[in-house]
């Protein structure tokens, strides 16, 4: 054996202190550093209820959510295809930060640092919430939980598809834009994390194009309006130009969300405006996949939170913006029970009454079909696969075929009226077909009260064009709902009170 | 230096030995446990006879099974091959005319079962329901025991097969999608990326060289409703060489089947070729099979259920 020198044992710790530093000490501050720079699912929270609905997280971040600070600069480098400066142009609403100045994001967005970036995706109140004005010079009220009357989102959808196509969504113009506007990105940020987030968009959202292209072709839905169940079915990746043509141009209106208990209790109602889902968790879950929420990403404990306030929240009072003559109120009330509680419901509060929430055959109501047909028995056997493997599967989709009895509380702020919005005020509706508008606006906030609906015939307001309905286009139509059986034969005394009555919902 | 186990070295050694055995044990429970261990289907498939002939097992999931989220995922990453008629269709499974009732994961005739890991089979069900509406405007409405009359079974059979063909039939590619869908937890992520997938592949192709008939372009298509079934039991069952004979068959209701009654001369086959009620079940549940069964008792025992429950079946009125 040869002999070998013996080391004192001092150096041989100095040796091993040395070595335990490299590979252990330093690997693990790294490690440790990285996993809190990129660790983590941080939503940002809200204690009130209603501040969540607005601004928390249903988790579609996980999955689709834009860096902050890119979905801060796109609409200054993707300009041109918005109709005017930033979101605000689609209709996003900025409330305002107490000291006068507007929020940094819109209500309908939330916010979540995942992956080491902050992230924000729309939730519920991006197509529930919007405002009103009793003028056009009075300021608007945000109204959580109704119709989102102004937002376009086809526009929304088609601004991101083809900004992301565009040669400018690169961080050669992204990067500078995000520190014009104040961001102070860490050197990290600034070189690493945000040009790699900014190329993993980029193809996030052109593969996902493919899936949007009929979008594209729909006539144009404009504010408040979506095609629901045909973005349903790119879940599936449908090959949606196989798809026989009648199941397309279908915009649905956006509905408003309040009371939702007693459309459950005691009695679930068939709801969606075609009636084909009685459980109110999975009319929700499926909503959620509209803000971006898959199923192993959906966060449910948030939903949740979102689903306990609108199980009770209440539509504000006309009363409260406008008058109402309630002495004419009360000559249109049993009218109102002669021709409309039994579909309707007893009253605004009271949603009793044989047919509420049941569905009547197209062939009897008679409105416009696109969004029926859009709707179709294989969709709904299909949606039965949705959240498989988890105890809250999809199981009560069905296919119907006619639109829904539904309670009216706070119909005023539901205008335009009908599925497909396609009829402007209370006062049209109780008009037949032949006597409602033709061509109408839709999009402006300012209230008309005595035709109960907002203003629709002016094309622009505060310098924004409005959206120019025509009821002649697929999927437009207007007729339905008529006959003595729906009001319209009334005399116009009748349908004055009748229209006075429906204030008080 | 001496290795003579002192006592201690052997305590040591021991330890180590039942360490590893014990490695070894739980190794291979888990393997048994994720790949191999049986669940029996949830109690809601037994609730009544209708339920059970639509979606209880027959045994089908141990060869011919897909596994769940492969089949889940197949519409999504490959909606091209999904067609009917001859061309593209939109709507997954369902387009291909199956009887799907609202509300059921599955069609009907696909039952699921754990076998170590969820996984999709056939049985009778899926050709014998027959459905009809009573107005354009109106859902179906689905009849166990009568024939599907809507059914593609050969694009079924072709769909799957030619899956597995396509470059994109790969773990990168499936899981993804997969994990679009569900939460795996670690050991099932690996098992599905490095096993379950290229296994089913694997598999898949190999039913190529069986089914290579069914890809014939001089041989026409089955279409909607009918089955080769004859050539399905030549060339699983008897392994018998392929040649030019081809006999697409309307699928027949298999409803009252008490009415065979050998003795009286009366023959369950379109062409007569066998007296025996019982042995045709056998004979098509093979076929559903599509291997010799996993569970000779067990499945002579779901053969029973079915002749009985055939027999007595009613066609509606």
Not at chain 2, 111 to 139: L, Q
Request: include cysteine; glycine fraction near 8%.
């Amino acid at each position: 054996m040869p002999h070998r020198a013996v080391i004192p044992p001092a150096r041989w710790k100095r040796r091993f202190l040395f070595l335990f530093a490299f590979t252990v000490l330093l690997p693990a501050a790294v490690l440790l550093w990285l996993a809190g720079r990129f660790g983590g699912d941080i939503p940002v929270d809200y204690a009130d209820p209603v501040e969540h609905f607005k601004y928390g997280s249903t988790g579609g971040e996980h999955e689709m959510g834009f860096p902050y600070w890119i979905w801060r600069a796109l609409p200054e480098v993707c300009g041109q295809y918005l109709p005017g400066p930033g979101y605000q142009s689609i209709g996003m609403l900025y409330e305002k930060k107490p000291d006068g100045s507007l929020r940094d994001l819109p209500v309908g967005t939330s916010r979540r640092r995942y992956q080491g970036v902050d992230r924000v995706f729309v939730n519920c109140a991006v197509c529930h919430t919007s405002t009103v004005r009793t003028a056009a010079d009075q300021p608007p009220v945000l109204v959580p939980g109704m119709p989102a009357a102004q937002f376009n989102m086809k526009a929304f959808e088609e601004f991101f598809f083809r900004c992301a196509a565009d040669p400018r969504f690169a961080k050669e113009y992204l990067i500078p834009e995000i520190q014009r506007q104040g961001a102070d990105l860490d050197l990290l940020d600034r070189y690493l994390v945000y040009p790699a987030a900014i190329a993993i968009m980029r193809d996030r959202v052109l593969a996902l194009k493919g899936r949007f292209e009929w979008v594209f072709e729909q006539k144009p839905w404009g504010p408040g309006r979506v095609d629901t169940f045909n973005s349903a079915k790119v879940i599936f990746n449908f090959p949606m130009h196989r798809l026989d043509p009648k199941e397309f141009d279908a915009p649905a209106d956006f509905p408003s969300l309040w009371l939702q208990r007693p459309r459950r209790e005691p009695r679930a109602m068939e709801l969606h405006w075609d009636g084909n889902n009685t459980d109110m968790t999975e009319r929700n879950k499926s909503a959620a996949f509209g803000t971006g929420t898959t199923p192993p990403t959906i966060d449910l404990p948030r939903i949740r939170r979102v689903e306990e306030w609108i199980l009770d929240a209440e539509p504000p009072a006309f009363s409260k913006f406008f008058p109402v003559d309630q002495a004419l109120a009360a000559r249109g009330a049993p009218i109102y029970k002669e021709y409309c509680a039994a579909c309707h419901g007893a009253s605004g509060r009271d949603f009793s009454g044989p047919d509420v929430g049941r569905v009547t055959p197209l062939a009897e109501i008679g409105t416009d079909r696109r969004r029926l047909d859009s709707y179709t028995y294989t969709l709904a056997v299909n949606q039965a696969t949705l959240y498989a493997g988890y105890p809250w599967r999809f199981t009560q989709f069905r296919k119907t075929h006619g639109y829904a009895n539904m309670p009216l509380d706070g119909i005023w702020l539901r205008a335009p009226y009908l599925h497909n919005g396609s009829v402007p005020s209370l006062r049209d509706l109780l008009e037949p077909a032949e006597r409602r508008p033709k061509v109408f606006w839709r999009g402006n906030d300012v209230f008309d009260p005595h035709k109960v609906g907002f203003v629709s015939d002016q094309p622009a307001a505060q310098g924004r064009a409005l959206f120019r309905l025509d009821t002649a286009e697929p999927g437009n139509g207007n007729g339905g709902h008529e006959g003595r059986a729906y009001g319209t034969e009334l005399s116009a005394d009748d349908k004055l009170a009748l229209v006075e009555y429906l204030k008080t919902f | 230096m001496s290795f003579a186990l002192t006592p201690q070295r052997r305590r040591w050694l021991r330890a180590a030995l039942a360490a590893l055995i014990l490695l070894l044990v739980a190794g291979a429970y888990l393997g048994w446990s994720r790949g191999f261990r049986q669940e029996p289907q949830p109690a809601w498939v037994f609730e009544s006879a209708e339920s059970r002939f639509r979606y209880g097992s027959i045994g089908a999931e141990h060869d011919a099974g897909v596994p769940y989220w492969i089949f889940y995922v197949l519409p999504r990453v490959f909606p091209e091959k999904f067609r009917q008629d001859g061309q593209q269709v939109a709507g997954g499974y369902a387009a291909l005319g199956v009887a799907w009732e609202q509300g059921q994961e599955l069609p009907v005739g696909f039952t699921k079962k754990t076998i170590g890991f969820p996984r999709v089979g056939n049985n009778c069900a899926a050709c014998h329901t027959t459905s009809y509406r009573r107005s354009a405007d109106s859902n179906p409405v689905f009849v166990s025991g009568g024939p599907g009359h809507t059914v593609n079974i050969e694009n079924f059979f072709r769909l799957l097969i030619e899956c597995a063909r396509d470059p994109r039939f790969d773990a990168d590619i499936l899981m993804a999608e997969i994990n679009r869908v569900t939460h795996l937890d670690v050991i099932d992520q690996l098992l599905y990326r490095y096993v379950i997938i290229p296994v089913t592949r694997k598999r898949l192709l190999e039913r190529e060289a069986q089914f290579a008939w069914i890809f014939r372009p001089d041989f026409p298509e089955w279409g909607r409703g009918r089955d080769d079934g004859m050539n399905l039991t030549r060339y699983f069952m008897l392994k018998a060489p392929m040649d030019d004979r081809f006999g697409p068959a309307d699928i027949p209701a298999v409803w009252n089947l008490a009415k065979y009654k050998a003795v009286a001369g009366q023959h369950p086959n379109y062409a007569g070729d066998t007296h025996d009620v019982h042995s045709v079940i056998i004979d098509s549940a093979l076929g559903v099979l599509g291997a010799p069964p996993a569970d000779k008792a067990d499945f002579l025992a779901q053969v029973k259920w079915l002749q009985d429950y055939l027999s007595a079946l009613a066609p509606p009125v």
